[in-house]
């Protein structure tokens, strides 16, 4: 017999309390967009995270100051004030 690493699966609301959002509605339209970390729809109403997931993407949202991405953000942060 076999065992699957057990997956802790979550609601949208402690997804958003977990990651550290103030409403369960951005989820919403993070997902209704096609953006934001990954879910599992079941049936037509009932949309779970896992946590596992949830770390994953809030690891890609990581930011290093002074790393190349960092500096990219700044760069193209201050080229949008120098356009207006």
């Known amino acids: 017999m076999t065992t699957k690493n057990a997956t802790?699966?979550?609601?949208?609301?402690?997804a958003t309390a977990y990651i550290g959002l103030e409403g369960e509605h951005t989820?919403?339209?993070?997902?209704?967009k096609g953006i934001g970390p990954a879910y599992v729809r079941i049936g037509t109403?009932?949309?779970?995270?896992?946590?596992?997931?949830?770390d994953a993407?809030?690891?890609?949202?990581?930011?290093?100051p002074g790393t190349v991405a960092a500096q990219s953000e700044s760069v193209a942060?201050?080229?949008k004030g120098c356009a207006a």
């Open 27 to 32: 989820l919403a339209a993070w997902r209704a």
């Open 45 to 54: 109403r009932t949309i779970r995270y896992s946590i596992a997931d949830l």
């Open 57 to 64: 993407w809030l690891e890609a949202q990581r930011t290093v």
């Open 77 to 79: 942060t201050a080229a």
């Open 8 to 14: 802790t699966w979550v609601d949208t609301a402690t």
